[in-house]
């Protein structure tokens, strides 16, 4: 197995000089300001009012929220509310997910290698 350097210097994120990107949803938009380093992701996402996530993910993530409220819909049909000050986290693969708001959300989102399950590991 390859070894990747993965180590991360001490640094500073100014959200304000990362470009919003857009993502249109089934519903809405996702506009995601991205932080991308070897192996991890970093975002700062924000749903519109009425946004629905147009496809089942199945990659792991810890999601905070900023603002806001959302949705969680796992494809077997439970459904969780992340409010502001709440978090969640799940590894690569372990669930299919998807998000909605009915007011609009702004999360903090990291993901990456750290996060793959441990039955897809080589």
């Not at 700062?44 to 905070?64: M, N, P, Q, R, T």
Request: hydrophobic share 35%; with cysteine.
């Amino acid at each position: 197995m390859e070894t990747k350097n993965q180590n991360i210097p001490f640094q500073t994120i100014d959200w304000t000089l990362i470009p919003k990107t857009e993502h249109p949803g089934e519903t809405g938009t996702a506009f995601w300001q991205t932080l991308q380093l070897d192996g991890l992701r970093i975002r700062i996402v924000e749903y519109s009012a009425g946004y629905l996530a147009d496809h089942w993910c199945k990659k792991g993530h810890i999601v905070h929220c900023l603002e806001g409220e959302m949705y969680s819909e796992l494809e077997n049909g439970e459904k969780t509310i992340l409010k502001k000050g709440m978090s969640y986290v799940v590894s690569d693969d372990l669930s299919s997910h998807r998000s909605s708001t009915v007011d609009g959300v702004k999360l903090l989102i990291v993901d990456g290698d750290f996060l793959k399950s441990y039955t897809n590991v080589v």
